[in-house]
Each structure stands twice: as structure tokens, then as C-alpha cells.
């Protein structure tokens, strides 16, 4: 009896996760493309199949299921700035390996960067009350990451905020130019050198430590 209630709760939490999965899914693919304040946990209930009561069931509404989203993302990058981490590279390597993990993740799914950019539109909107809190950022969590670095690497300390300045320049740059590439083409033909690879990701990666490192040990004139 004891192994058929286990075998029981098993199966229902694998068919929530399930079904959490797919309503996730279909919510990306929806405010990628319409937007966050366009779209209705009618419209999300209806691309599942399912009613809206089982959408309530496992989202309180369309927010919490985009922030859901988000954490995931987060989630995800978290544990790879750990990794990235643990091998113990220098502040110019362990930056390139942010920057391009950026690249990979817009350029994996093209609709990456159409929901960040919804979703800073929506965050910026007068719709959104609350919405993706300091707990959410992932700025947060990078921060801790890139100090522990430059502790261990001997990185100037005062320089620290101007190093995560830049390096939040450069992401969103990132981010805006891969949503060009991907979704504006007619802006891409002859102007390839206003867009980033890993090459020229790698290349201001140093620039910036280098840059800081000289500022900082010079008399900053």
C-alpha cells in the first residue's frame, strides 16, 4: 500500500512539473512574440489545452508566470558563473566566458532575445507594479562572482564598479545587437562590424580589465 501511494505521488508530481513545463513553453512563445501586456492567461490556457482554473492552479497570473520564466534563466546562468568559477580563471577570462555565454544563449533561440526585450519594455511600463524585483537580478549574483575573482586575482578594488559598469554596457549592447541580427535583417546587410562574436567579445574583455587595471595603478589623468 505504502509503495502505491509513493508510486501515486510520483507520478503526480512528475505530470505537474510536466505540465508546468508546457504552460512555461507556450507563455515564452506567446510574450516573445506579442508581448507581455498583450497577452492573457486566456490566450496561454488556450495554446495548453487546458482551462484557465488549471492555469490558476499552478500560476497566480501572467506575471508570475513570466517571472517564473526569468528565474529559470537565472537559474541557469547562476550555475554556470559557479562553474565558471571554480576553474579559477582571471577576471579577463572569467568576463569573456560571460560575454559569451550571452552570445550562445540569443543566438540558441531567437525568441531569447524578443522576450528580454519585452520584458525590460514591460518592466519600464507603467502596466508593470512590482515587477522583477532586485531579488530576480542576475547583476546580483555577478556581482558576488566577479568580487571573489578579483580577490583572488588581485584586482584593483576600486576599480570593481567601474568594471561591472562597463561590463553591463557591453551585455546590453549584446543583447540589442543580437535582436537586430536576428529579427531586423534588412539593418544587417554592409554593417557586420557593429555586431559581436566571440572574437571581438574576447577582445573587450581584456580591454576592460586592462583598461581598469592601468587606470588604477596610473595617476588617472
Do not use: W
Not at 128 to 141: E, H, L, P, S, V
Amino acid at each position: 500500500m505504502k509503495l502505491l501511494k509513493k508510486n501515486a505521488k510520483e507520478d503526480r508530481t512528475s505530470h505537474e512539473q510536466q505540465m508546468r513545463r508546457r504552460i512555461k513553453d507556450a507563455a515564452f512563445k506567446l510574450m516573445a512574440e506579442q508581448g507581455i501586456e498583450n497577452v492573457s492567461m486566456r490566450q496561454i490556457a488556450e495554446k495548453v489545452h487546458v482551462t484557465k482554473p488549471v492555469l490558476y492552479y499552478y500560476f497566480k497570473d501572467k506575471e508570475d508566470l513570466c517571472t517564473s520564466i526569468i528565474d529559470e534563466h537565472v537559474k541557469n546562468f547562476d550555475m554556470f558563473l559557479d562553474s565558471a568559477l571554480s576553474k579559477k580563471p582571471n577576471m579577463a577570462s572569467l568576463l569573456a566566458l560571460v560575454f559569451e555565454r550571452h552570445l550562445d544563449f540569443f543566438f540558441a533561440d531567437p525568441r531569447n532575445s524578443k522576450f528580454i526585450a519585452r520584458t525590460i519594455s514591460y518592466a519600464l511600463s507603467n502596466k508593470a507594479k512590482g515587477f522583477i524585483n532586485d531579488g530576480r537580478d542576475q547583476m546580483g549574483r555577478m556581482h558576488v562572482i566577479f568580487s571573489e575573482a578579483a580577490q583572488k586575482t588581485g584586482f584593483p578594488k576600486e576599480g570593481l564598479r567601474d568594471f561591472e559598469r562597463l561590463s553591463r554596457a557591453v551585455l546590453l549592447q549584446i543583447m540589442l545587437s543580437s535582436y537586430v541580427q536576428l529579427h531586423l535583417p534588412e539593418a544587417v546587410s554592409g554593417k557586420q562590424e557593429n555586431f559581436y562574436d566571440k572574437e571581438s567579445v574576447n577582445r573587450l574583455a581584456r580591454i576592460i580589465v586592462l583598461g581598469i587595471k592601468a587606470y588604477y595603478k596610473g595617476d588617472k589623468k
